[in-house]
C-alpha cells in the first residue's frame, strides 16, 4: 500500500450548555454537534518511525508554528501512537495534514484531524479496528474527537465524548467568520469559571433540554433554529476577545437569521436561508474588514472517512 487519505470536518456547536467544573478538571456538557463541509485531509504512507508535515491553513511557519505543531504536540502524532500501541503495531508511518480548518478557533480542527488520521493508519496499518473501537481511542485523545468520527448531528454529553447520534437530514446553510488570532480551549473555560463565580453570568447548575435544538435542526424552518441556538462559551469567548461582538453585530446587520460564536470561538457561525443566501452573505462579510477568511459551508456532512 502506498498512500491512504482521510478527510474529516469542522463542526459547531449549535447549542452548547456547559455545566459546573468537575473535579477532573473538564466541565460536564449538554451539546447538539453538526458537522459542516469543511474539511482536513490526512494522508498516510508507509514509513520508518513517525514523520508528521502539515500544510494550508495555519501551516505558515511565522503564525502557524505553534497553532499546529508537527511532533508529539500534534493530536494526530498521538494518535497515531495509541493506535499502534492498542493494536499491537509499530508506529511507522509518513504523515501529511492538509489543513482547511484553521486552527484554535473553535471549529474541532485539531480533533478533525486526529480522527481522519485514526481511519487513514486503521487502513495503512490493517489493524481492522471497528468503529467503535475507533471511538473509544479517540476519546482518550480528546473531548471532540469521537464527534469528528461520526460527524452528521450528535447530541454531546459527559465532556463531550458521550455521543448520541441524531437522523437529521434538513441541509443547513452557514457562514464560518473566522476572526483574529486563536482563543485557547482552556481560556475559554476558566474564563467562564470566573465569570460565575462573579455571578456576571448563570451558574450551570442547570443544563438545558436540546430537544428543541435538534426538532429544529430536523425540520426548520430557519427562523426557529435561529431562536435556538445558544452557546454558553460566548460569554467568557467575548470577554476575552471584545471585539467578537462586532464581528457577531456585523453578520446578522449582513442578514444573517443568527449568528453565535462556534465552540470556545473565535468563529462566528451565521446561519443563512438557503445557500444562495450564505454565497451573499458571506461576499457580504468578507467585504466587512471583520473576520480573516470567510466560508460558506452546508451541513450535516459524515464523520472522518476514506477519500480517493
Ligand atoms: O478534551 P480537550 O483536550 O479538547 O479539552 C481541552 C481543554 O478544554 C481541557 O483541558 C479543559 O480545560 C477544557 N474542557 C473542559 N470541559 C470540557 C471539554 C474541554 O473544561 N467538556
Known amino acids: 500500500m502506498t498512500a491512504v487519505a482521510a478527510r474529516a470536518p469542522a463542526k459547531v456547536n449549535v447549542r452548547l450548555g456547559v455545566g459546573p467544573l468537575r473535579s477532573d478538571g473538564f466541565h460536564e456538557l449538554r451539546t447538539v454537534f453538526l458537522a459542516v463541509s469543511l474539511f482536513d485531509t490526512v494522508t498516510v504512507r508507509p514509513g520508518?518511525?513517525?514523520?508528521?508535515?502539515?500544510?494550508?491553513?495555519?501551516?505558515?511557519?511565522?503564525?502557524?508554528?505553534?497553532?499546529?505543531?508537527?511532533?508529539?504536540?500534534?493530536?494526530?502524532?498521538?494518535?497515531?501512537?495509541?493506535?499502534?500501541?492498542?493494536?499491537?503495531?509499530?508506529?511507522?508511518?509518513?504523515i501529511d495534514i492538509a489543513k482547511s480548518i484553521p486552527a484554535a478557533a473553535g471549529l474541532a480542527g485539531g480533533s478533525a484531524d486526529a480522527a481522519a488520521a485514526l481511519v487513514a493508519l486503521d487502513a495503512l496499518w490493517g489493524t481492522?479496528?471497528?468503529?467503535?473501537?475507533?471511538?473509544?481511542?479517540?476519546?482518550?485523545?480528546?473531548?471532540?474527537?469521537?464527534?469528528?468520527?461520526?460527524?452528521?448531528?450528535?447530541?454531546?454529553?459527559?465532556?463531550?465524548?458521550?455521543?448520541?447520534?441524531?437522523?437529521?437530514?434538513?441541509?443547513?446553510?452557514?457562514?464560518?467568520?473566522?476572526a483574529g488570532e486563536g482563543l485557547s480551549t482552556?481560556?475559554?473555560?476558566?474564563?467562564?469559571?470566573?465569570?460565575?463565580?462573579?455571578?456576571?453570568?448563570?451558574?450551570?447548575?442547570?443544563?438545558?433540554?436540546?430537544?428543541?435544538?435538534?426538532?429544529?435542526?430536523?425540520?426548520?424552518?430557519?427562523?426557529?433554529?435561529?431562536?435556538?441556538?445558544?452557546?454558553?462559551?460566548?460569554?467568557?469567548?467575548?470577554?476575552?476577545?471584545?471585539?467578537?461582538?462586532?464581528?457577531?453585530?456585523?453578520a446578522t446587520d449582513a442578514g444573517a437569521a443568527a449568528a453565535l460564536v462556534s465552540g470556545s470561538g473565535p468563529t462566528v457561525a451565521a446561519l443563512a436561508e438557503d445557500e444562495d443566501d450564505a454565497v451573499r452573505l458571506a461576499a457580504e462579510l468578507a467585504g466587512a474588514g471583520v473576520f480573516r477568511t470567510v466560508r460558506a459551508v452546508h451541513g450535516p456532512v459524515p464523520g472522518a472517512r476514506l477519500v480517493g
Open 186 to 250: 482552556p481560556a475559554v473555560y476558566g474564563e467562564l469559571d470566573r465569570l460565575r463565580q462573579a455571578g456576571r453570568v448563570p451558574s450551570g447548575n442547570e443544563l438545558p433540554a436540546s430537544d428543541p435544538v435538534v426538532a429544529a435542526l430536523r425540520s426548520g424552518p430557519t427562523s426557529v433554529l435561529a431562536g435556538t441556538l445558544a452557546n454558553d462559551l460566548q460569554a467568557p469567548a467575548l470577554a476575552l476577545r471584545p471585539e467578537l461582538a462586532r464581528a457577531l453585530r456585523a
Open 48 to 94: 520508518e518511525g513517525l514523520a508528521l508535515t502539515v500544510t494550508g491553513e495555519g501551516a505558515d511557519a511565522r503564525r502557524g508554528a505553534d497553532l499546529v505543531p508537527t511532533d508529539r504536540r500534534n493530536l494526530v502524532w498521538r494518535a497515531a501512537e495509541l493506535l499502534a500501541n492498542t493494536a499491537g503495531v509499530p508506529a511507522d508511518a509518513e
Open 128 to 178: 481492522r479496528a471497528g468503529r467503535e473501537d475507533l471511538v473509544a481511542l479517540a476519546a482518550r485523545l480528546g473531548s471532540d474527537v469521537p464527534f469528528s468520527l461520526v460527524g452528521g448531528v450528535a447530541l454531546g454529553a459527559g465532556r463531550g465524548e458521550h455521543l448520541t447520534p441524531v437522523l437529521a437530514r434538513t441541509r443547513w446553510h452557514w457562514v464560518l467568520g473566522i
